[in-house]
C-alpha cells in the first residue's frame, strides 16, 4: 500500500483543529461519567438497599443509553460531510430526518424501560430489590425521548464542528443533578422522600432540561442561524431515515456488543467473591475514566474525517485519521503511565482494604496494557464513522469481543484459574485484535480510494427540497 509522504506542517494543523474539537467533547463525556458518581454518591449515603437498587437500574438504563447513542452517531458524519461539501442548505432538511427517528426511538425506549421487568429475572435482581429498580426505571423511562433528541441536537452541532454546546449542557446537567437529586431522594424543601425513584425522577428531569436548552441554543445561536433548521415541517422521508439508520444502527450494535462485554465480565467476576468484585469495579471505574479522553478525540475524529469526505480531500481524510489516531495513543501513554506506576496508589484511593487493594493493583496494571489497543480501537472506529463505515467495524468488533475476549477470558480464569486476572487478559485480548482489525480496514479503505464510496449526504437536495 503506498505511505503517506507527511507534511510537517499539515499535520501540525489537523492535531491542533482535533484537540480544539476534541477538548469539550472529553470534557461532555467526563460530566456524563460525573453524573453517574453524583447518583452513586447520593444513593449510597441513604443505604445499600438504595444504592443496589440505582446501581441496578442504571445498568438497565445504560442499555437505553447506548442504544440512543449508537443509532444517533449518524448524525454527526453525515453533517460533516455536507458542510465539508459547501452544502450548508441541505443541513436543516437532514436535521428534520435525524428528529423523526429520535421521536420515534425516544418512544421505543420509554417502551423498553418501563416493560423491563423480565430482564430483572434474567439478571437475577432479588425481590427486594425489584420494587425499586422498577420505580427507578419507570421514572427514569420519561427521559428516554429528551435523550434521543439530546444526542441528535449533539450530532448537529458537532458536525458542524461546534463541539462546545456539548460541553456546556452536560456540564449544565451535572450541576443541576446534585441538589436536584438531593432534595428528590432524601425528601428536602417539603417534598417527601422518593429513594430510588427520586433518583430516576431527576435524572429524568435534567435530560429534558439539557435538551431543551440545547434546543433553545441551537435555535437562537447566530452559527446555526443560516441552516433553516425548522424553516418548514417536513414528513418523514424513508430513504434518507433508511440511510441513517443504515449507519446507525450497527454502531448501536456494536456499542451494545462492548457494553455487553464488560457486564459480562463483571457478573463472571462476581461469582469469585466480594473482594474480587469490589477490585474489579476498582479497576473499571479508573479504566472508564481514562477511556472518557480518547473518546472524545474519537468523536472528534469522525467530524474531521467527514468534513474531509465533503470536501473530496483523500489526502484531508488521510491526515485526519492518522493525526486522531495518533493523538489518542500520546493520550494513552499518559493513562498506562499512571496505571503501571502507580497502581496501588491508585487503587488505596478507593478503598483501605490490603485485600482488595492487592487485587485491584494487579487489574489495574492490565488495564495499563490494554490503553494503546483501546485508544486504537476507539480512535479506529472514530474515522470509520466519518466514512460512513459502520457495518464491517460491527461485525469485526463482535468478533474481537465475543469470539476472541470473552472466551479467552472464560478459559483463563475458570479453567486455569487466573480468576479475576484471566478476565483481564481476555479483555486485553479482545481490545487488541480489535484495534488491529480496525486499524486494518481504516488504513485499506483510504489508500485503496475507496473512501469516496460514502456518499456526502444520505439522500439527495431534490429529494430534501
Known amino acids: 500500500m503506498p505511505m503517506l509522504r507527511v507534511d510537517r506542517a499539515r499535520a501540525a494543523r489537523e492535531v491542533g483543529a482535533t484537540v480544539r474539537l476534541a477538548l469539550p467533547l472529553i470534557a461532555a463525556q467526563l460530566a456524563a461519567v460525573g453524573m453517574n458518581v453524583v447518583d452513586a454518591m447520593l444513593s449510597g449515603h441513604l443505604g445499600a438497599h438504595t444504592q443496589a437498587a440505582v446501581t441496578t437500574g442504571a445498568g438497565v438504563w445504560s442499555l437505553a443509553i ?21 452544502r450548508r442548505h441541505e443541513v436543516g432538511a437532514l436535521f428534520r430526518q435525524a428528529l423523526w427517528i429520535a421521536a420515534g426511538l425516544g418512544v421505543l425506549l420509554w417502551l423498553g424501560v418501563r416493560s423491563a ?23 427514569i423511562g ?23 454546546p456539548s460541553m456546556y449542557f452536560s456540564f449544565g446537567g451535572l450541576l443541576v443533578l446534585a441538589p436536584l437529586g438531593y432534595v428528590l431522594m432524601y ?39 443560516t441552516l433553516g433548521l425548522l424553516e418548514r415541517f417536513d414528513w418523514p422521508r424513508p430513504r434518507v431515515i433508511g440511510e441513517l439508520l ?34 474489579h469495579q476498582i479497576a473499571l471505574n479508573v479504566a472508564t475514566v481514562a477511556f ?68 485491584a ?17 476507539v480512535a479506529s472506529n472514530g474515522a470509520l464513522r466519518g466514512l460512513k463505515d459502520t457495518r464491517v467495524p460491527m461485525l469485526i468488533t463482535g468478533f474481537a469481543y465475543w469470539g476472541v475476549g470473552m472466551p479467552v477470558g472464560g478459559w483463563l480464569a475458570f479453567g486455569a484459574g487466573y480468576g479475576a486476572r484471566g478476565m483481564w487478559m481476555g479483555l486485553v485480548a479482545g481490545l487488541t485484535v480489535a484495534a488491529l482489525l ?15 464510496a460514502a456518499p456526502a449526504v444520505p439522500g439527495d437536495a431534490s429529494e430534501a427540497a
Open 438 to 452: 480496525l486499524f486494518a480496514r481504516f488504513r485499506r479503505l483510504v489508500h485503496g480510494g475507496r473512501w469516496r
Open 66 to 86: 447506548i442504544t440512543a447513542i449508537g443509532t444517533m452517531m449518524a448524525v454527526p458524519p453525515s453533517v460533516a460531510q455536507l458542510d465539508g461539501a459547501g
Open 187 to 225: 425528601g428536602k424543601l417539603g417534598v417527601a422522600p422518593m429513594g430510588a425513584r427520586g433518583s430516576g425522577i431527576a435524572t429524568a428531569i435534567v435530560l429534558w432540561l439539557e435538551m431543551l436548552g440545547f434546543a433553545t441554543y441551537v435555535l437562537r445561536h447566530r452559527n446555526y442561524r
Open 361 to 377: 493493583t494487579q487489574l489495574l496494571v492490565l488495564a495499563g496494557l490494554f490503553q494503546f489497543s483501546d485508544g486504537i480501537q
Open 142 to 164: 420519561w427521559g428516554a425521548p429528551a435523550l434521543a433528541a439530546f444526542f441528535a441536537l449533539r450530532g448537529l452541532s458537532e458536525g458542524l464542528s461546534l463541539t462546545r
Open 292 to 359: 472518557m479522553v480518547p473518546l472524545g478525540l474519537a468523536l472528534a475524529i469522525t467530524v474531521r474525517v467527514g468534513h474531509a469526505v465533503g470536501r473530496g480531500d483523500g489526502d484531508g481524510v488521510r491526515y485526519a485519521g492518522y493525526c486522531g489516531i495518533a493523538l489518542a495513543l500520546a493520550a494513552q501513554f499518559v493513562s498506562c503511565g499512571l496505571m503501571l506506576g502507580v497502581p496501588h496508589g491508585i487503587a488505596a484511593l478507593y478503598t483501605h482494604d490490603a485485600g482488595v487493594i492487592a487485587l
Open 246 to 279: 443504515g449507519i446507525g444502527l450497527p454502531m448501536a450494535v456494536t456499542l451494545l456488543m462492548e457494553g455487553g462485554l464488560f457486564v459480562a465480565v463483571a457478573l463472571a467476576i462476581a461469582t469469585l467473591g466480594e473482594a474480587v468484585t469490589a477490585a
Open 117 to 139: 421487568a423480565p430482564l430483572l429475572d434474567v439478571i437475577g435482581v432479588v425481590p427486594t430489590l425489584r420494587v425499586d429498580v422498577v420505580a427507578f426505571l419507570h421514572a
